[in-house]
T-cell receptor, first 116, second 109 residues
Framework: GAGVSQTPSNKVTEKGKYVELRCDPISGHTALYWYRQSLGQGPEFLIYFQGTGAADDSGLPNDRFFAVRPEGSVSTLKIQRTERGDSAVYLC??????????????FGPGTRLTVL | SQQGEEDPQALSIQEGENATMNCSYKTSINNLQWYRQNSGRGLVHLILIRSNEREKHSGRLRVTLDTSKKSSSLLITASRAADTASYFCATYQDYKLSFGAGTTVTVRA
């Protein structure tokens, strides 16, 4: 498809379990971003990749959260020892990573994570 | 933390009327962007205005930016039922977007 895709669309897990969320960016986009959106709030930045490397992971809330992008395309957000407070919609976005203030990020539909 | 704050939090208008929402932010920016979100289509990019621009138009959308007041406004003219959604402003700095909590717009038929 032409847009950003995310799988699964919904994930229900139990407290303490490990989860992986996948993002397929738009073909040709070198930059990839993860955001988290809680109910009634706007998305909050988690991590930004330029190519294969994490250029900025300042938004990751703690060391239970980790993300990879080994081949510079698909990315996986990994959450260890999930907590109920991790329940949210996890959004992935991609862009050309242009400098100069004109870069537009295109968002996927998100993965709704529910931790019971 | 979220930089932008939208005002009002919610807005209900009649089809055909105009809708205006405002956004204030705290730090310097490269650009400011507006997004729309509804349950059917996720978060959709509407318009980007650079820090050196004051006004921009796209179809029925008009965005203004006042960097001295650190504020922006989004005007939707001749609203339609399909405009019912949440609207977010997002400031862009160092490749990151910082979103506000959004304005929920309901357009009544």
């Amino acid at each position: 498809g032409a847009g950003v895709s995310q799988t699964p669309s919904n994930k229900v897990t139990e407290k303490g379990k490990y989860v992986e969320l996948r993002c397929d960016p738009i073909s040709g986009h070198t930059a990839l971003y993860w955001y988290r959106q809680s109910l009634g709030q706007g998305p909050e930045f988690l991590i930004y990749f330029q190519g294969t490397g994490a250029a900025d992971d300042s938004g990751l809330p703690n060391d239970r959260f980790f993300a990879v992008r080994p081949e510079g395309s698909v990315s996986t957000l990994k959450i260890q020892r999930t907590e109920r407070g991790d329940s949210a919609v996890y959004l992935c976005a991609s862009s050309y990573g242009l400098a100069g203030g004109s870069d537009t990020q295109y968002f996927g539909p998100g993965t709704r994570l529910t931790v019971l | 933390s979220q930089q932008g704050e939208e005002d009002p939090q919610a807005l209900s208008i009649q089809e055909g009327e105009n809708a205006t929402m405002n956004c204030s932010y705290k730090t310097s920016i490269n650009n400011l962007q507006w997004y729309r979100q509804n349950s059917g289509r996720g978060l959709v990019h509407l318009i980007l205005i650079r820090s050196n621009e004051r006004e921009k138009h796209s179809g029925r959308l008009r965005v203004t930016l006042d960097t001295s007041k650190k504020s922006s406004s989004l005007l939707i003219t001749a609203s339609r039922a399909a405009d019912t959604a949440s609207y977010f402003c997002a400031t862009y700095q160092d490749y990151k977007l910082s979103f506000g909590a959004g304005t929920t717009v309901t357009v009544r038929a």
